[in-house]
């Protein structure tokens, strides 16, 4: 039952799981729902539509928000359809499928890590033509936490050095590499890259980042939405 957009749970009640055609369902058409809106924001920043327009349009997207604005979660709940920590979260801002921020950053598994594959486009731009320093950073941060997390030990960051050495082209397949080299106690030191895919040896970024597992007796504080089996309570 996906408590999170149909009100709000009864106190101390576990939500009756969804079956997993209904998960799917629901990812289905959150993801439809999200490439729509990226195609949306993709349109907004690249138009050369004349204010008339451009006002028009606001007016038609403020009715088209106002049908989604009734039933929401609250802010620390992980959605029923998300797999926290290891796997997918759907509203991620870098891999999520329902996210308008995301490009989205599509992740599989290597031997030693993770690999991720996106195109950025020109809602992403920084210097002109070329992707933002902070999605860059976007991008690693999440693979690599994402890395640590694969690797058993899911963290949050503490710190991410980040190295630019060529500009990243927009509109153009990006490979991001992220691998877990070396552990002590709870910290997790990684290492990440970004390539184009035409090019897979020339660095265009590199990051050192290092994340620490939350101490076991924080973890329910810092996510109240996970139930003590370290489950997403579904809202
Ligand atoms: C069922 C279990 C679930 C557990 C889930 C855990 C994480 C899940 C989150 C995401 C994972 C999922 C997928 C990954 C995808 C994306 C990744 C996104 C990455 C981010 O977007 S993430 C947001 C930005 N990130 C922060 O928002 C962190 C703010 N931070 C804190 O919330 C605390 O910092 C915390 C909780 C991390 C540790 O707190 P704590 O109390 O558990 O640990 P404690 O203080 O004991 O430190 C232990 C050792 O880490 C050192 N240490 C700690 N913090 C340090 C710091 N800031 N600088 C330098 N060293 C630090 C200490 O010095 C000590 O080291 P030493 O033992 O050597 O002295």
């Known amino acids: 039952m996906h408590t999170s957009f149909t009100g709000p749970p009864a106190a101390d009640t576990h939500p009756t799981p969804a079956t997993a055609e209904e998960l799917e369902r629901h990812k289905a058409a959150i993801t439809r729902l999200g490439n729509e809106l990226r195609a949306l924001v993709e349109a907004a920043v690249r138009t050369a539509a004349t204010p008339d327009t451009l006002h028009r349009v606001a007016e038609g997207v403020r009715h088209v928000t106002g049908q989604l604005t009734g039933r929401r979660r609250a802010r620390a709940d992980i959605p029923e359809v998300d797999e926290f920590p290891a796997g997918t979260r759907i509203y991620s801002p870098v891999t999520g499928a ?39 950073a976007m991008l ?60 897979p040896a020339t660095d265009l970024v590199t990051a050192e980042g290092v994340f620490v597992a939350p101490d076991p007796r924080r973890v329910r ?8 089996d370290g489950d997403p309570a579904g809202g």
């Open 140 to 199: 690693l941060d999440e693979l690599m936490g994402r890395a640590c997390a694969a690797a058993g030990a899911p963290g949050l960051t503490i710190s991410l050095q980040m190295r630019y050495h060529r500009p990243v082209p927009l509109e153009t397949p990006l490979r991001i590499l992220a691998r877990v080299t070396g552990t002590d106690h709870r910290k997790s030191f990684v290492t990440g890259s970004i390539t184009t895919e035409a090019d």
């Open 98 to 136: 329902g996210s308008p921020l995301a490009p989205p950053l599509r992740v599989t598994p290597t031997d030693d890590g993770l690999i991720g594959h996106c195109t950025l486009g020109i809602a992403h731009e920084g210097p002109p033509g070329y992707g933002h320093g902070g999605m860059s």
């Open 221 to 228: 504080a810092l996510f109240p939405g996970l139930t003590a």
